[in-house]
């Protein structure tokens, strides 16, 4: 082959290598269209399904082949705006698509602020503040919940650095609660507010003025938003708002007014949880006394309840002063009693001169004759009775009706003056008090009788709160306690969804029904709850409402219905969140065991309860395995402890939320040892 020939065949080599080439390039062009044609497609899809996790991934597919493609970073950059909280589950996909996001102030600045600072990405955190400066994005209220999760394990310089930054140009409430969490990082009793307020840009009076009106319910509202709550320091941040308060002397008003009783119960009307916290603490702490008269009494104990009444209510027994006058020490006793306090009644009642000869008239006799009847003085009461009965005008029996309606009321029937009632006077008593079957016939009462007090909540007031399993479980258990141990149907009461009142007064019932030697059974489940100011648990009947305590049944309560209740063995079953603070410790124990005659003979006040500070599912594992082992119990004699521990293990291995039920002793309710004893037929 001449040069010539050579040369053409390069030529021609070249240009077929080049028409092949462009072949191949043509190709590839029209599957990328294709490709992402489909891709397209399956954006729209994927968004119709609103899975914005792959709806993002695909654009970014999208964009790998074309980069260039201004549609697809412009839906990538909507997308990741919007809905940042679906796509910030997936790291990688976060990071990939901050690839393709150049404009940085067009991202969500504030959601990936939070973002870093969770990861502690410290590197990222400070890029994306420097940014967050740089933009001026402003934070309006509607961030508020958002800026409540801040959550950070990095230094306290760097968080405090985020919320200085964010409060440079945001709007004024989420100032207000960036200098609350700021604080909560420091927490420093010790610290300035005025210096404080100027590090974190806002003034003094705003926050006081925001704060300290509404402290109960801002200590609820951010005890429930805020993963990072801490009581000890939000008291110590109402502290320092209020610190600048001082008399003449320089001494903190909040330590004078401890000791001014009109301003105790301006604060407890007030509900001044920091102010009410102060004064209980000093009580405990400095053993303070302060006397409290009957007007004292009858203000407080008029007032709704809420989670410091009964901590109060207990100091201001201990501290009440008394007229003399017995007809003021009787009021003073059916007012205490009235409110739940059986055994600081009968010490009131106690107080009254007993002298029959010292009274001036009948109507100082009635305050003798019921007093002498609740304290089972019957030689006073039988002879103030005829004392009262030989000398009555018209005026006085009447007088009489109001007051056995009262009592009748309350369960407490005086069948002797009643009858006088009939045969002296025309007056009859034709008040009805709540009855239950159980107490219809008290006449020939066998011995060592069963009752159960099933209470269920699931209905309440505020649909929020609703349960769906706590009656049907308790349709189960009286089930099984009637058809399978020694129950009778007549001797169960159900509670179903009832009120603080209904519960309030069945326990009444039972403490004037039950004799020494009978048995008795409570169950409870519906909601519980635990108030880390007072320091105890509380159940919630169906009447109960958000934010108002003044319905709600305390353990102090429970324990003191449970001890006046006459019954050799007592045991209460709840299956309620928080349920565990019943007992005397934390760490409820099971004990030695010993033969079923030993526990028989000792009074038992026993509780099985369903967790111990901490919260319960809906749909109960315990009741579960609780009501499977009743069912497939062998033995004839079977003690609480025997049930407790036939499940214990079963709840804990299947509970999804780590529960431990406990067993013990019910707090200073009077067990000496015994055990409830379930008798199978």
Known sequence: MNFKSFL?????????????????????????????????????????????????????????????????????????RNFFDDISTNTELVDSCLIFIKDACSLPLFDLLLYYYKLNNLYEAMSYLDRFRHCKFKLSDRYTNKLLTFNSTLSPDFQLEFFKVINESSDINIKIYSVYLAYQIVDDPSLGLSGFCKSIGISKD??????????????????????NFNVRAFNNFIALLKSNYEDDNGKDIIEKVNQIKSELFTAYFHNDVYYLETFISKYKNEKLTWKFSF?????????????????????????LHLLKANKVIYEAGKLVLEKGFFDESKNIFKLIDFNVKSQKDNSDLLPLILSSYILNKDSIFITTSKEFILSAKEDDFVKLKEELIWWKNRNIKIDLLEKALLLFSD???????????????????????????????????????????????????????????????????????????DIIRAFTLLKNRLIASDNLLIFYAGHGNWDEVAEQGYWLPADTKPNDLSEIITNTEITSFIKSIKAKHTLLISDA?????????????????FGIDYYLARTARKAITSGALTPVPDKSIFIEYLLKSLRNNQKKYLTSEELFLSFREAVINNSPLNQRPLFGNINDSGDEGGDFVFIKK
């Open 8 to 80: 053409l065949f390069k030529v021609f080599s070249i240009i077929l290598l080049i028409l092949l080439g462009s072949k191949s390039v043509l190709g590839q062009i029209l599957n990328s269209e294709t490709n992402i044609s489909e891709l397209k497609k399956q954006v729209i899809k994927f968004n119709d399904q609103k899975d914005m996790n792959a709806c993002a991934s695909t654009l970014l597919k999208i964009l790998s082949i074309d980069s260039t493609d201004v549609q697809a970073k412009k839906q990538l950059n909507i997308i990741f």
């Open 427 to 501: 007056e009859t008593i034709d008040s009805t008090p709540f009855s239950i079957s159980l107490l219809a016939d008290s006449t020939d009462k066998e011995k060592n009788n069963y009752y159960a007090l099933l209470i269920a909540i699931e209905d309440y007031e505020n649909d929020n709160f609703d349960l769906r399993y706590p009656i049907n479980d308790a349709i189960e258990l009286k089930s099984l306690l009637m058809d399978l141990y020694s129950f009778n149907e007549k001797n169960v009461i159900t509670l179903f969804n009832p009120k603080r009142s």
């Open 295 to 319: 007007e004292d009494l009858k203000n407080f104990m008029s007032a709704p309840q809420n989670s410091f009444f009964f901590p109060l209510a207990k100091i201001l027994l201990e501290n």
């Open 577 to 593: 969140c928080f349920s565990g603070s019943i007992f005397k410790t934390r760490d409820a124990f099971v004990g030695e065991s």
């Open 206 to 227: 705003i926050l006081k003025n925001f704060f300290l009106p509404k402290i109960d319910s801002l200590f609820l509202f951010l005890g429930e938003k805020n993963p």
